[in-house]
């Protein structure tokens, strides 16, 4: 089945900056790739995906990319803001499935 | 528009005492649905699946079960819990089962002691 790796763990950044967290994935099969974002005792929510059609997709400060020959894809923010601290999943779909990463804990620090 | 509940919001069961959980959609029809566990701290776990009426994937072995009476009921249920069982109970559905949106209900935080 899809097995999705996620880097780092933990990220600190100051306000301001930007952040970018790594998702690779297994699959080749896979064709849609979303990201969640969840906020200490709250749902996952999704804030931005990409088919396998597309290379790369925006959303004001979000944005994320894809590169289906190297099976990896990336979420970047810019312009951190203190709101931006939470847990951001990735996830790819398997046969039937999302296959999600284990997370990355971002800090923006003002 | 579409909205996913569920309850209790929390929970707190001793050992070996019985569980239920209960998921409805609103707002879309013929829904798939699915139950993840989240562990403190950690990723997301799909315990079940369901593409219909009566109709259940396990994804794990577990001494939880699954069932769907209705179109947009999904209840998750246990006869016995275990400690291990403690966790964050999220419900979801999309419209198809792959390369589409997942939407996540409210959660149930269920302790057991």
């Known amino acids: 089945g899809e097995n999705v790796e996620q880097h780092p763990s933990t990220l600190s950044v100051q306000e301001g900056d930007s952040a970018v967290i790594k998702c690779t994935y297994s699959?080749?099969?896979?064709?849609?790739f979303p990201w969640y974002k969840q906020e200490l005792g709250k749902r996952p929510q999704l804030i931005i995906d990409?088919?396998?059609?597309?290379g790369e997709k925006k959303d004001q400060r979000i944005a994320v990319t894809l590169n289906k020959t190297a099976k990896h894809f990336s979420l970047h923010i810019t312009e951190t803001q203190p709101e931006d601290s939470a847990v951001y999943f990735c996830?790819?779909?398997?046969?039937?499935?999302?296959?999600f990463g284990k997370g990355t804990k971002l800090s923006v620090i003002p | 528009s579409q909205t996913i509940h569920q309850w209790p919001a929390t929970l707190v069961q001793p050992v070996g005492s019985p569980l239920s959980l209960e998921c409805t959609v609103e707002?879309?029809?013929?829904?798939?649905l699915y139950w993840y566990r989240q562990a403190a701290g950690r990723g997301l776990q799909l315990l079940f699946y369901?593409?219909?009426?009566?109709?259940i994937s396990s994804e794990v072995p577990q001494n939880l079960s699954a069932s769907r009476p209705q179109d947009r009921q999904f209840i998750l249920s246990s006869k016995k819990l275990l400690l291990s069982d403690s966790g964050f109970y999220l419900c979801?559905?999309?419209?198809?089962?792959?390369?589409?949106?997942?939407?996540f209900g409210p959660g149930t935080r269920l302790t057991v002691t």
């Open positions: 369901s593409v219909g009426i009566g109709q």
């Open positions: 990409i088919r396998s059609n597309v």
């Open positions: 707002g879309t029809s013929n829904p798939n």
């Open positions: 699959d080749s099969a896979s064709n849609y």
């Open positions: 979801a559905w999309s419209v198809t089962l792959s390369g589409d949106e997942q939407y």
């Open positions: 996830a790819a779909t398997g046969s039937y499935q999302l296959t």
